[in-house]
């Protein structure tokens, strides 16, 4: 089977750095990508990581680790507007991508 | 640049009544399209996926179909709704290959089956 575990709800204050998790099993792997969804809309991409390491777009982060099929995102200078949630989703085919549960982002003052 | 649109934004339909959600991309030409369903305050289930004019592949078994008559056209329907196909549903575009860990998604519809 395939699944993809994130912790369902992390909490920080604006300008802290948070850290959200992804463990995986699958199938397949070539890559793992990172969403954000604000609650109503629709997800937007963040990042890929294909390789192992850290990749920096901005104030976010995504970092993989292959041999432990593990990855996270790491959001700094946390602001109001990064309250939302944050799905991790594992390119698995050439066409297609499966989706973790989600990690509710709060972000207090 | 490309953009991608859903119809209806919501909608509120009875048991066992039809359904056709349809989108549409500009911008681009020969996408992946997806459909994927989203219950409330959990992930994206792929439903069905395309790689090209009729060519359909179908990841959960259900009372749902998906069709795409055009190159930029994706439609979901189904011909009898239960009550469990109430969610959120999202149509996305992706690129080729090396770019299809890039999705991009549509406004979404949430159906509501009552």
């Known amino acids: 089977g395939q699944s993809l575990e994130q912790p369902s709800e992390v909490t920080a204050v604006e300008g802290a750095i948070v850290q959200i998790n992804c463990t995986y099993q699958t199938s397949g792997f070539y890559g793992l990508s990172w969403y954000q969804q604000h609650d109503g809309g629709a997800p937007t991409f963040l990042s890929y990581?294909?390789?192992?390491g850290l990749e920096e777009t901005g104030r976010f982060s995504s970092f993989l680790s292959r041999s432990d099929s593990y990855g996270y995102l790491l959001l700094q200078e946390l602001q109001m507007k990064d309250s939302a949630s944050y799905f991790c989703?594992?390119?698995?085919?050439?066409?297609?991508?499966?989706f973790g549960t989600g990690t509710r982002l709060l972000v207090s003052p | 640049s490309q953009t991608i649109h859903q119809w209806p934004a919501t909608l509120v339909q009875p048991v066992g009544s039809p359904l056709s959600l349809e989108c549409t991309v500009e911008g681009t030409s020969n996408p992946n399209l997806y459909w994927y369903r989203q219950a409330a305050g959990r992930g994206l289930q792929l439903l069905f996926y395309?790689?090209?004019?009729?060519?359909i592949s179908s990841e959960v078994p259900q009372n749902l179909s998906a069709s795409r008559p055009q190159d930029r056209q994706f439609i979901l329907s189904s011909k009898k709704l239960l009550l469990s196909d109430s969610g959120f549903y999202l149509c996305?575009?992706?690129?080729?290959?090396?770019?299809?860990?890039?999705?991009?998604f549509g406004p979404g519809t949430r159906l509501t089956v009552t």
């Open positions: 989703a594992v390119r698995d085919g050439f066409q297609k991508l499966v």
């Open positions: 990581n294909a390789l192992d």
């Open positions: 996305a575009w992706g690129g080729r290959t090396s770019r299809s860990y890039e999705q991009y």
């Open positions: 395309s790689v090209g004019i009729g060519q």
